[in-house]
């Protein structure tokens, strides 16, 4: 069984600041990590995803996020972030091989403000 | 090319009744999964679907059940409605070819009075 832990439920920032989102991941067998991305009464949009390769990730809208095997950790960056990037971000692993469920951590609230 | 689509947006039932929720895979993808996402909290994995068969199953009870038809659609129907059931139910689906990564419909919002 896998777990994902969010440690911050919200994360205040000032728009063109840089941030980090932080995901902490708990398993047995080898994973796949993703970040998803969730708006106001809307569903999850994919941000970016690690499979295999090169530990740095780059995804959508400026978002980047580095696997650390050692540190069991997937954490989520943006160099300057922009009022829209207000949302609710969600880590998530899934075994490798077949489609295999996600597990999602408690999501992570980030608030931009000017 | 259409992602997943889900219906309906919303929905309003009693405790005690039953809910059909339906959901349309992204064009191409023949799997598909299910979550319920309850208020501030991560979505949780209900099940999975794939060639009409479930696959995969989380910890929700014999309440929740589903159905996978033959153009790859499927149907969550919950009996027997708890308050605890009011949740956001995403839809997700996958193909076999990049059978890691889910894409997401928009959801249905269920509420148990």
């Known amino acids: 069984a896998q777990s994902v832990t969010q440690l911050d439920s919200q994360v205040p920032v000032f728009e063109e600041a840089p941030v980090e989102l932080r995901c902490n991941y708990s398993s047995s067998v080898s994973v796949y990590l993703f970040w998803y991305v969730q708006y106001p009464n809307q569903g999850l949009q994919l941000l970016l995803k690690y499979l295999s390769g090169s530990t740095l990730v780059k995804g959508i809208n400026g978002f980047e996020a580095e696997f650390n095997k050692s540190q069991t950790s997937f954490h989520l960056r943006k160099p300057s972030v922009h009022i829209s990037d207000t949302a609710e971000y969600f880590c998530?692993?899934?075994?490798?091989?077949?489609?295999?469920?996600?597990?999602f951590g408690t999501g992570t609230r980030l608030q931009v403000t000017l | 090319d259409a992602g997943v689509t889900q219906s309906p947006t919303h929905l309003i039932k009693t405790r005690g009744q039953q809910v059909t929720l339906r959901c349309s895979p992204k064009s191409g993808h023949d799997t598909v999964s299910w979550y319920q996402q309850a208020l501030g909290q991560g979505p949780q994995f209900i099940f999975q679907?794939?060639?009409?068969?479930?696959?995969q199953r989380g910890n929700f009870p014999d309440r929740f059940s589903g159905h996978q038809f033959p153009n790859y659609s499927s149907e969550l129907n919950v009996n027997a409605l708890l308050l605890g059931d009011s949740a956001l139910y995403l839809c997700?689906?996958?193909?076999?070819?990049?059978?890691?990564?889910?894409?997401f419909g928009p959801g249905t919002r269920l509420l148990v009075l």
């Open positions: 998530a692993v899934s075994e490798t091989g077949t489609a295999s469920k996600l597990t």
């Open positions: 679907y794939y060639e009409e068969e479930e696959r």
């Open positions: 997700a689906s996958s193909s076999t070819t990049s059978a890691e990564t889910q894409y």
